[in-house]
C-alpha cells in the first residue's frame, strides 16, 4: 500500500492517478479538510478563500484531472482595472473582447507601441509548453524591460498585475514562468467555483473511495516507508509520498533545506452593493498605498455573498497579525479615498495573513528530484513551480514512477 501524507492538491493528484492503475494508497492529513492551501471558510453566509486564489483553465493538467462542469466555474473578464490619477482605467484584452479593441488603443494605461509589444508577446508565447520552465533565463523585470516595455506601462500594469499573481514587486521571479503564465492567461479564462476554491480540493477527494482518506491524523515522524502518527499509531507502507508543503516536509525529512517564500494578506469586507461596475481585478500601481488589489468575487459567481449582499477581497502586502486592528482602519480609510462615504457602511468579515503563500522562483530555480530515496517521494509546486497546475503535475508523476 502507497501512504500520501498531505491532502493537498498535490497528494490528491496522486491519489486519483493511483487510484486510476488500480494501486492500494492511503491518504492521511493533519487538518480536519482536504486542500492544503486552497481552502475557503463559510463566514456569516460569505465564501471566503484563504487569500485570494484563481484557476487558470487553460492549465493542462487542470484540465486533464478535473471536471470544469461539476465545478461551475465563473470566469473573470479578461483584462483588469487600473486605478489612475484618481479614477479606474480598464485595460482589456481584445482577444477575447474585440469590441474592446479601440477602447484599449486609447486607455492612458501604457503608450500605443506598449500595446503592440502586448500584442506580440501574445503571439511569441502562443503554445508555450512547460518545457519553458527548464530555461533558467533572466529575472521577468528584465526579460520585460529588454522587450521594450515603457516605464509607464511597467508602472502601471505590468507590475502590479504580475506582481500580484507572483506576490512579489520587484518581478525577480524567472521569466521563463512569467512566458508560460502569461501564456495561459491568454489561452483560457481566469476562473473561481460557485462554491469557493475550497471545491477544487473536494472534487478530487470525491473521486476517492472514502477508506483511502484519513483526516486529523497528524504524522509525528516518519523511518524509510514507515508512518508513525502523533496518536502513537504506525501505519506501514510499500511506498511513501510527502505531499506536504515545503516546510511540513523538511521536517518529516530532518532536512534543513531552506525554502523562500512570497507572502501575502487578504482582507475581506461584506457591503449593500458592490463597488465596481466590471467583473475585473482593480489592480493599484500605487505601492506608497496598502491596497494592491481588490475584487468582488460575489459579482463573479454570486454564491459567494449571501442575497442582497457583496463581497470584497482586498489584498495586500504581508501584515503581522499583531498589526491587524491598525491595517483594517488605515485600510477602510484608503477605500473610503477610492469609492467614497459608502465604505464607512462596509462590515469588516475576515483577514488572512499568509507568510508561506508562494514558493519563490527566481532566475535559476531547479525543481527538485521527485524521487527522495528508494520507494520514498514528494510532490507539491515547491518542487516545480507555485500554481495549481505543477501540484497536480508533480503529483501525477509520481504516481507514474510508483505505477
Not at 139 to 157: E, I, P, V
Not at 220 to 246: F, M, P
Not at 334 to 357: C, M, R
Not at 381 to 393: G, H, I, K, R, T
Request: charged share 20%.
Amino acid at each position: 500500500m502507497v501512504i500520501i501524507v498531505g491532502a493537498g492538491i498535490a497528494g490528491l493528484s496522486c491519489a486519483n492517478y493511483l487510484k486510476s492503475k488500480n494501486i492500494d494508497f492511503l491518504v492521511l492529513d493533519a487538518a480536519d479538510k482536504v486542500g492544503g492551501r486552497v481552502q475557503t471558510d463559510l463566514v456569516e453566509g460569505f465564501q471566503l478563500d484563504r487569500g485570494f486564489q484563481i484557476l487558470l483553465t487553460a492549465y493542462p493538467e487542470a484540465q486533464r484531472l478535473l471536471n470544469y462542469d461539476a465545478l461551475s466555474l465563473m470566469p473573470f473578464d479578461s483584462g483588469a482595472m487600473i486605478r489612475h490619477e484618481n479614477r479606474f482605467e480598464q485595460l482589456s484584452n481584445p482577444f477575447k473582447n474585440p469590441s474592446s479593441v479601440f477602447s484599449s488603443i486609447t486607455s492612458p494605461i501604457g503608450s500605443f507601441s506598449d500595446k503592440l509589444r502586448t500584442l506580440r508577446l501574445v503571439l511569441d508565447t502562443e503554445g508555450i509548453t512547460e518545457e519553458v520552465l527548464e530555461q533558467s533565463g533572466e529575472s521577468t523585470n528584465s526579460f520585460l524591460r529588454d522587450y521594450g516595455f515603457s516605464d509607464k506601462m511597467m508602472t502601471q500594469f505590468l507590475k502590479p498585475f504580475f506582481g500580484g499573481v507572483f506576490l512579489e514587486d520587484k518581478l525577480e521571479t524567472s521569466s521563463a514562468f512569467f512566458r508560460y503564465i502569461f501564456s495561459k492567461f491568454y489561452e483560457g479564462d481566469a476562473v473561481i467555483p460557485a462554491k469557493g476554491m475550497q471545491a477544487i480540493p473536494a472534487q478530487l477527494a470525491a473521486n476517492l473511495p472514502s477508506h483511502t482518506l484519513r483526516l486529523n491524523c497528524p504524522v509525528a515522524r516518519i523511518e524509510g516507508t514507515s508512518v508513525y502518527l502523533s496518536s502513537g499509531e504506525k501505519i506501514q507502507g510499500s511506498q511513501l509520498v510527502i505531499a506536504t508543503d515545503a516546510l511540513q516536509a523538511n521536517r518529516l525529512l530532518g532536512q534543513e533545506t531552506h525554502y523562500q517564500f512570497n507572502a501575502t494578506s487578504c482582507v475581506y469586507f461584506s457591503a449593500h452593493q458592490s463597488p465596481l461596475r466590471e467583473k475585473m481585478l482593480v489592480l493599484n500601481p500605487n505601492r506608497n498605498e496598502l491596497i494592491q488589489n481588490l475584487c468582488v468575487p460575489s459579482d463573479i459567481a454570486p454564491t459567494y455573498a449571501p442575497t442582497g449582499k457583496s463581497l470584497i477581497s482586498v489584498s495586500t502586502s504581508y501584515v503581522d497579525p499583531a498589526n491587524e486592528q491598525q491595517h483594517i482602519a488605515a485600510l477602510k480609510q484608503e477605500l473610503t479615498n477610492w469609492f467614497g462615504k459608502s465604505v464607512a457602511d462596509w462590515q469588516y468579515l475576515k483577514s488572512y495573513h499568509i507568510p508561506y503563500a508562494l514558493p519563490a522562483f527566481t532566475s535559476g530555480t531547479n525543481s527538485l528530484s521527485l524521487q527522495i530515496a528508494d520507494k520514498v517521494y514528494r510532490c507539491g509546486d515547491y518542487a516545480a513551480y507555485p500554481s495549481l497546475n505543477a501540484a497536480m503535475m508533480t503529483g501525477r508523476k509520481v504516481a507514474e514512477m510508483i505505477a
